[in-house]
T-cell receptor
């Protein structure tokens, strides 16, 4: 089954404790990205990757890091989480020539206290 | 002004009603117009997309684009309780993954049995 998986699905942590949210896709997609979804603000892109070892900032990259060492994986790293990073996070992927068809993961609900 | 505007709702209609969901946009370069459906506690999934102007029908769903007015619509005929979800419009200039996708903030729809 074609899918994007994220782990963990739910995470409660404290300010300053480094964390990683994993994302993996099994569709051999070149493009992967991370979004955060907040009430009234919709989906905002954090980082994206056009291919292995190619990453770039989205609209709200501050406080986040990413890496793309393998085509299927695109982890999101919060080196020092803060309460304003409490949000619902989605990973998405698409084929290079079908960017309008984004496949989303199930989401990770992060709470930073 | 946001590039894409969408009424957040919530919108509540009785089962069997025709539903109309709408978005307006400001960037005349948008060529691909998508509708994503997001069930509670799930990631968005692509419902349908339209290239340029015109209508596209898929079962009970019809997507309509009016580029002269910068206005897109999604119609749902014979609405069912299973259609209850948040609907996000999205737009991009090309089908390439290099084109940024702009999402609306979503309209929450509830179909009453």
């Amino acid at each position: 089954e074609a899918q994007v998986t994220q782990n963990p699905r739910y995470l409660i942590t404290v300010t300053g404790k480094k964390l990683t949210v994993t994302c993996s896709q099994n569709m051999n997609h070149e493009y992967m990205s991370w979004y955060r979804q907040d009430p009234g603000l919709g989906l905002r892109q954090i980082y994206y990757s056009m291919n292995v070892e190619v990453t770039d900032k989205g609209d709200v990259p501050e406080g986040y890091k990413v890496s793309r060492k393998e085509k299927r994986n695109f982890p999101l790293i919060l080196e020092s989480p803060s309460p304003n990073q409490t949000s619902l996070y989605f990973c998405a992927s698409s084929a290079r020539d079908r960017g309008h068809e984004q496949y989303f993961g199930p989401g990770t609900r992060l709470t930073v206290t | 002004q946001k590039e894409v505007e969408q009424d957040p709702g919530p919108l509540s209609v009785p089962e069997g009603a025709i539903v109309s969901l709408n978005c307006t946009y400001s960037n005349s370069a948008f060529q691909y117009f998508m509708w994503y459906r997001q069930y509670s506690r799930k990631g968005p999934e692509l419902l349908m997309y339209t290239y340029s102007s015109g209508n596209k029908e898929d079962g009970r769903f019809t997507a309509q684009v009016d580029k002269s007015s910068k206005y897109i619509s999604l119609f749902i005929r014979d609405s069912q309780p299973s259609d209850s979800a948040t609907y996000l419009c999205a737009m991009s200039t090309t089908r390439s993954s290099a084109s940024k996708i702009i999402f609306g903030s979503g309209t929450r729809l509830s179909i009453r049995p």
